[in-house]
């Protein structure tokens, strides 16, 4: 697929309200053995915190949460000294949570992973 140019993008943050900036996310591995699967169920034991898997097969733990340097109105308040992380954000067409749901699997409670956990083990049957 041929590389989109990006000379003239400007993020849609204005209209969004910042909703890459409500929460952080961290990679962990993905659950292939049982250190992975009670790790994860510990996690979800745990008030505003989710376990997601994105569209390319990547898991995450998701601590909702909102960031300091928003204003009332979900402006960045650092914008031209903010993080290299959310500088690099968002810099390019659909390449945010404006556009797209990021999230391909969510569990924000251990019953619904727990459940998850269940029906592979009944297809593996």
Known sequence: MPKQDTTDFSPPCH???????????IGIDPPKNQTALHNIRWYLLHANVSVFVDHE???????????????RKSRC??????????????????????YANPYAMRFEKLEKFDAWIEQKKR???
């Open 15 to 25: 209209e969004c309200g910042g909703r890459c900036c409500r929460y952080i996310a």
């Open 57 to 71: 097969k990547g898991w995450f733990v998701e601590f909702t949460t909102p960031c300091e340097a928003q204003d």
């Open 77 to 98: 308040t650092l914008y031209e000294t903010r993080p290299k992380i959310c500088r690099d954000y968002g810099t390019a067409p659909g390449d945010c949570e404006y």
């Open 123 to 125: 297809k593996q049957v």
